[in-house]
């Protein structure tokens, strides 16, 4: 049984300035959700980290809170907390693959997400990896978001693009040439 199998789990990461992180959670299952809260507070405050706490309908709306956080608010990293559980029609699999597909797009794009969205067959499985005492996939995830930012800060400010943002240079209007101001 996976739940019975030691895994490795990474020091806590450190910094030397404030980090600040964007909780975006779906409220579906709300035991589960505040379960899986309770344990990404409290690893984002044993790093002394501050967070904001933003609720989403569903886990199909997370990843794109989180692209309308990047976009219009000053967070280092985000944790995307979430519950889907298998039902009786395909709709599980669309949920599943399409939120996880979208954080995953974000993260290649440079955002640092630690993507605690559970997809399990039952309730009792959300119950056990939601569980700050048993598997604490909360804390996991905003353990993963801080490894990220830690990382982020250590390899400093973004360059360029990774392929799926323009460069600035590419937002220039046809004739502007690169002395021309862009407003």
């Known amino acids: 049984m996976a739940g019975s199998e030691k895994h490795y789990i990474m020091p806590r990461a450190e910094f030397d300035k404030p980090v600040k992180l964007a909780i975006v959670m779906s409220p579906y299952y709300k035991d ?5 809260l309770s344990g990404a ?24 809170a989180i692209g309308i956080a990047e976009r219009m608010s000053n967070f280092d990293g985000y944790v995307a907390l979430g519950c889907v559980i298998r039902g009786e029609t395909t709709h ?6 399409d939120s996880s597909r979208a954080i995953q797009l974000l993260g290649l794009q440079g955002l640092c997400i630690g993507n605690g969205i559970l ?13 700050p005492a048993d598997q604490n996939k ?20 973004q360059r360029k ?8 240079e590419e ?3 046809a004739g502007q040439s690169k002395d021309t101001p862009t407003a």
């Open 32 to 36: 589960i959700a505040d379960n899986m």
């Open 41 to 64: 507070v409290a690893e984002i405050e044993a790093c002394g980290g501050s967070y904001e706490v933003v609720e989403v309908p569903g886990a199909l709306e997370i990843p794109t």
């Open 92 to 97: 599980y699999e669309t949920v599943c693959n």
């Open 119 to 131: 997809t399990v067959e039952n309730r009792k499985q959300a119950e056990v990896r939601a569980d």
């Open 138 to 157: 909360g804390g996991g995830a905003a353990a993963a978001a801080l490894h990220l930012v830690a990382l982020s800060r250590k390899w400093g400010a």
């Open 161 to 168: 693009g990774v392929g799926f943002v323009p460069d600035a």
């Open 171 to 173: 937002y220039k209007l």
